[in-house]
Every structure is written in C-alpha cells, then in structure tokens.
C-alpha cells in the first residue's frame, strides 16, 4: 500500500525553529515535495527532493533519505504568516502525486 | 511558471444537481489534474485529464459521477453530477511544470 505520515499539529513561536517529519512508504519514487496551504486558498510548492541531502530555500530548508523513506522541511525564523498547513507529497509510481494529510502549523507570538 | 484561473469559485447547489468546474491554463499542457480535498483532509486525485483521449480515473472515482472534458491543451472541466452532501468538498485542478505542480484557487462546493 501506500501511506504517507506527517504529524497533524505543531505549534510554535515567532522567531524560532520548526522541523516537520514526514515518513513515507510508497510504490515508486520520483521526488518528494512540500507545499504549503494557507486556509482557503490552494496549495504552492515549497521545495523538491529526489536525491538524498539538504536542499536550502531562504528560510526554508527540505532534507531527503530515501533509504529510510524520510523527510523533513526546516522552517527558520519563523513568522506569524507562516502559519499555515504544510503537505508533505511524493510522486510514485505513474508519476502520480500522492499527499500526505498535512500538518498545520500554529505560530503565535 | 503555470497560471491556472478556476471557476466558480465557490457554489451552494442542491442535491441531485450537477456543477460544472472550468480550469483555464496559460500555456499548453499535456495533462490536467482534478484532486478533491474535503473538509480538513489533504488532497486525493480524482482523475488525470489528457487532451484528445479519455480521462484516467484513480480507484473510486468513476466517469458516471465525474465526467471529465479536456477539449484542447490548455482547458479542462470537471463536472460534479448528481451531487449529494458527500460531495461537499475543494476541488482544485492542477498541472505540472516539472517538477512542480501549481494548482487552480480552488472550487469550494456545498451541496445542501
């Protein structure tokens, strides 16, 4: 089967830093991809990974193992808007993007 | 990067109706993506959309209930059909400019 983890809540404080885990076990891989979804408006891409290691992106930094079927994405000095939902998506077999359920993100002062 | 424009934007229609969703793209794509994303949950692909042939529907979506059209490269509808409360949900479409994905504002459809 195919099944993609992310924890369902996080909290955390303006300023500091937040890593969300996401752990997968798809059939087929061809990258993994994060998006973040503000409330009520659509998904937008954050970051790629298809080989392992550290992919940086301004405050933003996604790490890959694929041997482990793992992930994370680093946020850094975080900010009140960057309260929102994070999906955590691999495309597997087919090509087909498959997404976890989402993790939202509580920044509060 | 792609720009998807998505319509409506939001509907309330009544149960055993059908709704028509549109998704304009600015550039030539080979394939469209429809996804679902109920009420707090992530998004599930109902169907791939390839210009001049038919749909490709993921396990538990059927064609009866979400015919797809795709009529040239760069539009799309979905339509929703025989609609009950169920199918109170988002529905984005979506295409690819590898490796992203971007994606329609959203339909947002209650069905009452």
């Known amino acids: 089967g195919q099944n993609i983890d992310q924890p369902t809540e996080m909290t955390a404080t303006e300023g500091a830093i937040v890593q969300i885990n996401c752990t997968y076990q798809?059939?087929?891989?061809?990258?993994l991809f994060w998006y973040q979804q503000h409330a009520g408006e659509a998904p937008t891409f954050l970051s790629y990974?298809?080989?392992?290691g550290l992919e940086e992106k301004g405050r933003f930094s996604s790490f890959l193992s694929r041997s482990k079927g793992y992930s994370y994405l680093l946020l850094k000095e975080l900010q009140m808007k960057d309260s929102a939902s994070y999906l955590c998506?691999?495309?597997?077999?087919?090509?087909?993007?498959?997404f976890g359920a989402g993790t939202r993100l509580a920044v509060h002062p | 990067s792609a720009v998807i424009s998505q319509k409506p934007s939001r509907d309330i229609c009544q149960r055993g109706t059908s709704l028509t969703i549109q998704c304009q793209v600015d550039s030539q794509v080979t394939m469209m993506f429809w996804y679902r994303q109920q009420p707090g949950q992530s998004l599930t692909l109902i169907a791939t959309?390839?210009?001049?042939?038919?749909?490709?529907?993921e396990s538990g979506f059927v064609i009866d209930k979400f015919p797809i059209s795709r009529p040239n490269l760069t539009f799309s509808t979905l339509t929703v059909s025989n609609m009950s409360p169920e199918d109170s949900s988002i529905y984005l479409c979506?295409?690819?400019?590898?490796?992203?994905?971007?994606f329609g504002q959203g339909t947002r459809l209650t069905v009452v």
């Open positions: 979506s295409v690819e400019d590898s490796p992203e994905a971007f």
């Open positions: 998506a691999v495309k597997g077999g087919y090509n087909k993007l498959i």
């Open positions: 798809t059939s087929g891989f061809n990258g």
């Open positions: 990974n298809v080989l392992d």
């Open positions: 959309a390839n210009q001049g042939s038919e749909a490709t529907y």
